[in-house]
C-alpha cells in the first residue's frame, strides 16, 4: 500500500490510525490507495499502536431488573448515547453495577484497560469509584452533578432540577391550589435531592407547609407514598411527583381512594415519558431531555478520549413544564 501512494510505510500507518499532521493531499493517496487495495485495518495491531480499544463503558449503578423495567428513562440515556457513540465508530460496552461484586468487577475492567473511558448513569451516594477511576487517568463522565466534591473533578451533565420544579409547583399554586404534597426521589440520587430542594423552596416562598413522602423512582412507590400521603392529610389538594413513574402509581392510588384528577388532587410528574401522554388523564409533567443528557455525555467523553474538548466540564440543560389534564 505504501508503494502504490508513493509514501512510507510510516506515513501510511499515520493516516491509518487517524493522525491528522499528514498533508491533506497525501492523506488523500493513501486513503485512495486503502480503498483500491481494499484494506481492512488489523483491530488488534492498530490498538498496540494508538493505545486505545475504540470502546466506551457506560455503567449503570442498578441491578439488571431495575434497568431493564418499564422505567424508560434508561433506554432513553442509552439512546442518546449510542447515537453520539456510532456516529463517532466507537463501541458501547454497557455494564451494571448494582451490587457490591458487580461494582468492583467493573473498577477491575476498566482498570485493565478494556476501554478507553468511562461514563457513569443513576449515581447513587458519593461513589468513589468516578474519582479512583479518574486518579489513574482513565477519562470519566458522569450523568448528574457529584454529591460531594472529589479530589479530581470530573465532568459531568445533568438539567436543571430545582428550576423545573419550581416551575411546576408555581404552577400549581395559580391553580388556586394550597395543600400541596410532594413525593420524592431517593435521597441518595443528587436528582432526588434536588427535586425535592425545589418543591421545599418554592413552597417556603409561599408560605406553606410540606408534605413529603419518599420513593425510589418506581411505579409501586408512588403508589405506596400516595397513600400514605392521604393517611396523613386526606384533604391535599395536589401532589408534586418526582418521576413519571411514580406519578402513574400516585393516579392509581388516587383513584382506588376515590380522588377525582384534577378535581379533587392535581398532580404533576418529572421526565415527560411517552406513556404520561396517554395516562388517564394525560400527565402535566416537568420535561427533562433525556436523550440529549446521554448524547451530551458521550460527547464530553469523546473529547475526553481525542483530547479534544466537545463540551464543557459542567452542563447543565434546562427543563420544561409540560401542561396536560392532571394539573
Not at 498496540?48 to 434508561?74: C, G, H, K, M, Y
Not at 476498566?110 to 479512583?132: I, Q, R
Not at 478520549?305 to 413544564?321: K, Q, Y
Request: aromatic share 4%; glycine share 8%; hydrophobic share 45%.
Amino acid at each position: 500500500m505504501a508503494r502504490r501512494a508513493g509514501v512510507s510505510r510510516a506515513t501510511v500507518s499515520r493516516v491509518v490510525n487517524g493522525s491528522t499532521t499528514v498533508a491533506v493531499a497525501i492523506r488523500d493517496a493513501v486513503n485512495q490507495a486503502v480503498e483500491e487495495l481494499g484494506y481492512v485495518p488489523n483491530q488488534a495491531a492498530r490498538s498496540l499502536v494508538t493505545q486505545r480499544t475504540e470502546s466506551i463503558a457506560l455503567i449503570l449503578p442498578e441491578t439488571a431488573n431495575r434497568v431493564f423495567s418499564d422505567d424508560l428513562f434508561f433506554p432513553a440515556v442509552i439512546r442518546g448515547v449510542s447515537m453520539e457513540l456510532d456516529a463517532a465508530d466507537k463501541q458501547l460496552v454497557l455494564m451494571m453495577a448494582g451490587s457490591a461484586a458487580s461494582h468492583d468487577r467493573v473498577e477491575r475492567y476498566a482498570m485493565a484497560g478494556h476501554v478507553d473511558g468511562v461514563m457513569f448513569a443513576s449515581m447513587h451516594g458519593a461513589d468513589p469509584l468516578p474519582g479512583a477511576l479518574a486518579r489513574l487517568g482513565i477519562p470519566v463522565v458522569c450523568s448528574g452533578r457529584p454529591m460531594t466534591p472529589a479530589e479530581l473533578p470530573v465532568p459531568y451533565v445533568d438539567v436543571d432540577h430545582v428550576g423545573g420544579v419550581g416551575k411546576a409547583v408555581r404552577h400549581l399554586l395559580g391553580t388556586g391550589r394550597r395543600r400541596i404534597a410532594t413525593i420524592a426521589g431517593p435521597q441518595d440520587m443528587i436528582a432526588g435531592i434536588d427535586r425535592l430542594t425545589g418543591y421545599q423552596d418554592t413552597l417556603r416562598e409561599a408560605g406553606l407547609p410540606e408534605h413529603v413522602a419518599v420513593g425510589d423512582f418506581t411505579r409501586e412507590s408512588g403508589l405506596r407514598a400516595m397513600r400514605q400521603l392521604l393517611a396523613d392529610d386526606p384533604g391535599l389538594d395536589a401532589v408534586f411527583v418526582a418521576s413519571d413513574m411514580m406519578a402513574h402509581g400516585a393516579l392509581q392510588a388516587l383513584k382506588d381512594a376515590g380522588r377525582r384528577v384534577p378535581e379533587d388532587v392535581a398532580v404533576v410528574g418529572f421526565d415527560d415519558f411517552e406513556i404520561s401522554r396517554l395516562s388517564d388523564p394525560p400527565l402535566t409533567t416537568v420535561r427533562q431531555p433525556i436523550v440529549d443528557m446521554g448524547r451530551t455525555m458521550a460527547r464530553q467523553m469523546l473529547g475526553l478520549v481525542n483530547e479534544r474538548p466537545l463540551e464543557p466540564d459542567a452542563v447543565v440543560l434546562p427543563t420544561e413544564l409540560v401542561v396536560r389534564a392532571s394539573a
